[in-house]
T-cell receptor, first 113, second 114 residues
Framework: EDKVVQSPLSLVVHEGDTVTLNCSYE??????LLWYKQEKKAPTFLFML????IEKKSGRLSSILDKKELFSILNITATQTGDSAVYLC?????????????FGRGTQLTVWP | NAGVTQTPKFRILKIGQSMTLQCTQD?????MYWYRQDPGMGLKLIYY???????DKGEVPNGYNVSRSTTEDFPLRLELAAPSQTSVYFC?????????????FGPGTRLTVT
């Protein structure tokens, strides 16, 4: 049973559109939620969210966490073809000493010119 | 700064063969991880290490072994390759679990077992 569920699994938009990617989690000892971008190679880190309601922003990307409802969203405004990638979210389990990450299956975003 | 490097990039194995996937990081990170990513799936943790000489199993350790003789290197060994081990393997490292969960990933090794 997946501990982290992402939706939608795939999304196709045109340049300039705004997209919202969803991530819900069910981790007993939740510490943080991470977002990664994966472009046919290694995932690269985007955001780490630990507190509810505090938006993290980086350029056209922003993300927010709701610890009460156990979900996070990743927004991308004015999408560009370079945003095409798989976006992964991962929930961190504070119960383990190593900072165990539980990954979702990812959302495949395709941005058409 | 190279970050996390992995070799080889691609490999095809026959059933029953053995191989070692190499992983090296130059960031002096204590924590290192091996994940596998099957098509359309998230990453699953195979093994991890919290420092030289210390390793432990993750979610899917069966069929794999690891060692950590130095801080920099964390090789993953497949002893008897099986088709179920066809996957993309990522090595990652981080400075520590309580300081920063940002894990830095290597470029991956695409393994096919036939």
């Amino acid at each position: 049973e997946d501990k982290v569920v992402q939706s939608p699994l795939s999304l196709v938009v045109h340049e300039g559109d705004t997209v919202t990617l969803n991530c819900s989690y069910e981790v007993t000892n939740f510490r943080s939620l991470l977002w990664y971008k994966q472009e046919k190679k290694a995932p690269t880190f985007l955001f780490m969210l630990t507190s509810s309601g505090i938006e993290k922003k980086s350029g056209r990307l922003s993300s927010i966490l709701d610890k009460k409802e156990l979900f996070s969203i990743l927004n991308i405004t004015a999408t560009q073809t370079g945003d095409s990638a798989v976006y992964l979210c991962a929930a961190v389990d504070r119960g383990s000493t190593l900072g165990r990450l539980y990954f979702g299956r990812g959302t495949q975003l395709t941005v058409w010119p | 700064n190279a970050g996390v490097t992995q070799t080889p990039k691609f490999r095809i194995l026959k059933i029953g063969q053995s191989m070692t996937l190499q992983c090296t990081q130059d960031m002096n990170h204590n924590y290192m991880y091996w994940y596998r990513q099957d098509p359309g799936m998230g990453l699953k943790l195979i093994y991890y290490s919290v420092g030289a000489g210390i390793t432990d199993k993750g979610e899917v350790p069966n069929g794999y072994n690891v060692s950590r003789s130095t801080t920099e290197d964390f090789p993953l060994r497949l002893e008897l390759a099986a088709p179920s081990q066809t996957s993309v393997y990522f090595c990652a490292s981080s400075s520590g679990p309580k300081i920063a969960y940002e894990q830095y990933f290597g470029p991956g090794t695409r393994l096919t077992v036939t």
